[in-house]
């Protein structure tokens, strides 16, 4: 069985875990806590050098990066596809994922804010309105990406779930911890509630995981 290396509040843990479920596939999960630092310690980091989460170990191999550990599932059980449809299709969920977990999520990662305060001596105050635009411009971009297209529907591509809605859910659900403001946004919105209302996207709620 797969073992997925995660941290419950992870966006990155949080896209791969909605995956798993999505496919119906088991999995055990190994809690890393990267608020008291476990990512850090030594036979974590020979496994996976940046120190992130997650991490799969699945039969001897190591996976890392949220977006490859998908693609990974998706090949190795492709039914249902997280990424269907024409050439085209797939191309267009990848880049909606990619704005979000490429553009939006480096930018208000748990390391990046504690550079920010730790290094930079930014204020609480000011870490927090740096979180809040990043993730309200980069949301406010890809609104307008759903907004109006054809090809959006009950999901973010389509009326199957996708690579695209692992991706929304973890960020939305960030978003609003650091109270965000998200009435600009009504198609992801839209969305994010569809999607919470699935019972796949339920066991992979941070609330629903071991810290």
């Not at 992130?52 to 001897?60: C, E, S, T």
């Not at 059980?77 to 797939?90: C, E, W, Y």
């Not at 609480?124 to 406010?140: I, N, P, Q, T």
């Not at 907004?147 to 973010?156: E, L, Q, V």
Request: hydrophobic share 45%; charged share 20%; glycine share 4%.
């Amino acid at each position: 069985m797969c073992t997925l290396h995660s941290y419950f509040r992870s966006s990155a843990s949080y896209r791969v875990r909605i995956a798993f479920e999505l496919k119906g596939l088991a999995y055990d999960t190994l809690p890393v806590n990267l608020v008291r630092g476990d990512q850090l310690a030594p036979d974590y980091r020979a496994l996976n050098p940046a120190g992130l989460v997650p991490m799969l170990a699945d039969n001897g191999t190591v996976l890392t990066q949220s977006l490859a550990i998908i693609e990974y599932l998706d090949e190795v059980s492709p039914v249902p596809s997280l990424l269907p449809g024409s050439a085209t299709d797939r191309a267009r969920i990848r880049a909606i994922a990619m704005a979000i977990a490429c553009e939006i999520h480096p930018l208000n990662n748990l390391r990046v804010l504690r550079y920010l305060t730790d290094r930079l001596d930014v204020s609480d105050e000011d870490k927090s309105a740096w979180y809040r635009h990043w993730v309200e411009e980069g949301l406010a971009a890809v609104e307008a990406m759903l907004t109006g297209d054809s090809r959006t529907g009950a999901f973010c591509h389509g009326n199957v779930p996708t690579l695209a809605d692992c991706c929304l859910v973890p960020q939305i659900f960030n978003a609003r911890r650091f109270d965000c403001r998200l009435d600009h946004l009504p198609t992801l919105m839209r969305i994010n509630a569809h999607c919470l209302g699935l019972d796949a996207f339920k066991p992979a709620a941070p609330d629903s995981q071991a810290a």
